[in-house]
């Protein structure tokens, strides 16, 4: 079992994700006001939140969203979760349908820390169904 330690979105594309208070996920679109919510396979981002200590612990000094992440979870090694794996947390359904991604050009992180975990610690899901999600709440991978 998991626990969702923030919910984060952006407005438009490039810029860092800021925590909300609560995720409105919409079935097969993603997470309401969120730039990369869509009809396509990576409409939901997510971290482990294990990781972004760790890489804080280097001397990133990032906050929640500075990856790009909708969602930083805490129990789950997301990287080695399968592709096809369901999440659920509370009516929100996610599959996941992608590990890891290309960094993109400019990065800040990576260009203060030479690193950037997003592109081999994310994960990405499609939203099979909506939902309401927040800070604190409890994410299980379907059938556990």
Sequence with gaps: MG???AVCISERKG??????DEGIFIEDFGIQGD?????????????SHEKVVAFNELGAGVESGAFGENLIVEGYDLKNIPV???????????????????????????????DCIMPREGIFARVLNGGTIKSGDEIVIKGE
């Design 3 to 5: 626990k969702i330690i």
């Design 15 to 20: 810029v860092q994700k800021k925590s909300v």
């Design 35 to 47: 730039a990369h919510a869509g009809k396509w396979h990576r409409q939901v981002s997510l971290l």
């Design 84 to 114: 096809g794996t369901v999440f659920k947390c509370n009516d929100v359904v996610l599959e996941i349908t992608q590990i890891g991604k290309k960094c993109h050009n400019g990065c800040e992180i990576f260009k203060k820390m030479g």
